[in-house]
């Protein structure tokens, strides 16, 4: 809400769309500028709810496309055929359960921690949780696929940047106009995922 309580233009906008909630128009632009989505693609979509996302990517992949929306509470809003809705604790769920859901083309991540009001703190269980998705993709997502993260920015994340860029062919940093400007939250996008190319252990 803005001052005076009014909505601004992208909460009001996803309200007249039908959307569930105005974090839809990021992945749009993220989207529009990357060239992530197109008919037929599977995509993991984690954290996915209230389900703008998973709502709005419904439509770009088409009937013959397909998204598992993984989150511990359910979807808040009606979705097509094509998308099957878990259930399910990201962090504590063997990556087997990913794995055994895919192959993916696409994963995206809008995860957010239970915010502290510390912002370093914040950060870091973020960081943890972009982690986690990247962990996640290295399992499910195939080989030239594409990743999408959340994360808020602190002193963890050239680091987490490092490790995705040790991933992906291509990595880029992106502030979409929909976020707010007071916010600390920015987009990592890895473009070709490499599995040959994961450090080893």
Do not use: N
């Not at 399910?88 to 009001?117: K, N």
């Amino acid at each position: 809400m803005k001052p005076g309580g009014k909505p601004d233009p992208f909460t009001a906008r996803a309200h007249k769309e039908g959307f569930a909630a105005r974090s839809v128009y990021k992945l749009e632009e993220i989207d529009r500028r990357c060239k992530l989505l197109r008919p037929g693609l599977h995509v993991l979509d984690l954290g996915a709810a209230p389900g703008s996302w998973t709502q709005w990517m419904a439509t770009r992949i088409g009937p013959k496309g397909r998204i598992v929306a993984v989150d511990l509470t359910p979807l808040g809003v009606s979705v097509p055929a094509t998308v099957q809705a878990v259930e399910l604790d990201v962090l504590a769920a063997p990556l087997e359960s990913f794995a055994a859901l895919g192959p993916f083309d696409l994963v995206v991540s809008d995860m957010a921690p239970h915010t502290t009001g510390m912002r370093e703190a914040d950060a870091a269980l973020s960081a943890e949780l972009v982690d986690r998705a990247m962990t996640i993709a290295d399992s499910a997502l195939r080989p030239g696929g594409h990743f999408v993260a959340k994360i808020f920015q602190g002193s963890e994340f050239e680091a987490v940047r490092k490790r995705l860029r040790e991933r992906y062919a291509t990595v880029k940093v992106m502030k979409p106009e929909a976020s707010r400007k007071e916010s600390v939250e920015i987009f990592l996008v890895g473009l070709d995922h490499r599995p040959a190319a994961l450090p080893t252990t």
